[in-house]
């Protein structure tokens, strides 16, 4: 199966974009997304040193309505995110883009 690997320069709002230029150590990997009519639900894998200031700035983030953490290791959790106006999930289902998020 043929495949794409592109790299983004996600603009200001979306909690993402701001959250990893603020920890540009972390990695954050969206494991799934699935964007509703006025919110949008992800469940997301951070990796950082810090991960306990990662997940503060997230759950802080003013379109972050709700964050559960799933399961949590020594740097690792997944969690999962219900978000206010997912406006990249929004934007790729409006143009027809099927996305795979990592």
Request: aromatic residues 4%; charged residues 25%; glycine residues 6%.
């Given at each position: ?5 592109l790299?983004?320069?996600?603009p ?5 974009g701001e959250v ?15 964007p509703g009519?006025?919110?949008g639900?992800a469940?997301v ?7 306990d200031e990662v997940l503060a700035a997230v759950?802080?983030?003013?379109t972050?309505e709700e ?8 740097g690792v959790?997944t969690?999962?995110?219900?978000a206010?106006a997912?406006?990249?999930m929004?934007a ?6 099927p996305s795979?998020?990592r």
């Open positions: 199966m043929a495949q794409a690997r790299r983004v320069d996600l200001d709002g979306p909690w993402i990893s230029r603020e920890f540009p150590g972390a990695q954050i990997q969206v494991l799934t997304a699935t009519d006025g919110a639900f469940l894998k951070v990796t950082a040193d810090d991960l759950e802080s983030h003013e972050i964050l559960s953490v799933m399961s949590r290791s020594d959790a969690v999962q995110i219900e206010h997912p406006l990249l929004a790729a289902r409006q143009a027809g883009v795979r998020c």
